[in-house]
């Protein structure tokens, strides 16, 4: 069962092999879990890989990419690589995309392994339909998810979004 996005959407996403959805659930899997302790990510590409293979591209360095030195690694560089992934599905980028998660995202990695021995309702966020942005939290929710676990993960989440959102705007630019 999938927790970061509708499940339903995903489904349907399959069988009309819409890839900008099923991109976006990968996307929003990730950013909702950059430990990936959850497994969820590996679940959605096992899938893809299985349901539409297609999905994925080959390999092309982008012209405003950079693969920087591990000790320059942060949470910036991690939501940057997404965005890459997002630009160029290539399937040879998620192995290093979880790498840079795992190391960038350690000091939250313990609340996510305490999430999953008690589980935290995440809200199901939808496909875009027509391209539209996803839905977000409402600001009380964000705000009672930070008292509850005292994490700073509602904020990075909503900066992670923001970023998710433009990097939907700019692929809605190219294709028109």
């Not at 995903?10 to 990936?36: G, H, N, R, V």
């Not at 959605?44 to 012209?63: A, M, R, S, W």
């Not at 589980?119 to 339909?129: A, E, G, T």
Request: proline share 5%.
């Amino acid at each position: 069962m999938f927790t970061s996005f509708n499940e339903n959407d995903f489904w349907k996403a399959i069988e009309e092999k819409d890839y900008l959805c099923l991109k976006t659930c990968t996307l929003c899997s990730m950013l909702q879990d950059p430990t990936f302790e959850r497994g969820e990510t590996n679940e959605i590409l096992d899938v893809l890989k299985e349901k539409v293979p297609e999905i994925f591209e080959e390999e092309i360095k982008l012209g405003f990419e950079e693969r920087l030195e591990r000790s320059e690694w942060d949470k910036r560089y991690f939501t940057g690589l997404t965005y890459c992934l997002q630009e160029n599905f290539a399937e040879s980028r998620i192995a290093y995309i979880q790498e840079v998660g795992k190391v960038v995202h350690k000091d939250t990695a313990e609340s996510y392994r305490k999430s999953m021995k008690e589980p935290v309702p995440l809200p199901k966020q939808s496909c875009p339909k027509n391209s539209q942005n996803m839905p977000k939290k409402s600001t009380s929710e964000k705000h009672q998810h930070s008292r509850d676990n005292g994490s700073n993960f509602p904020l990075a989440g909503t900066i992670i979004a923001a970023v998710v959102l433009v990097g939907i705007v700019v692929l809605l630019i190219k294709l028109l």
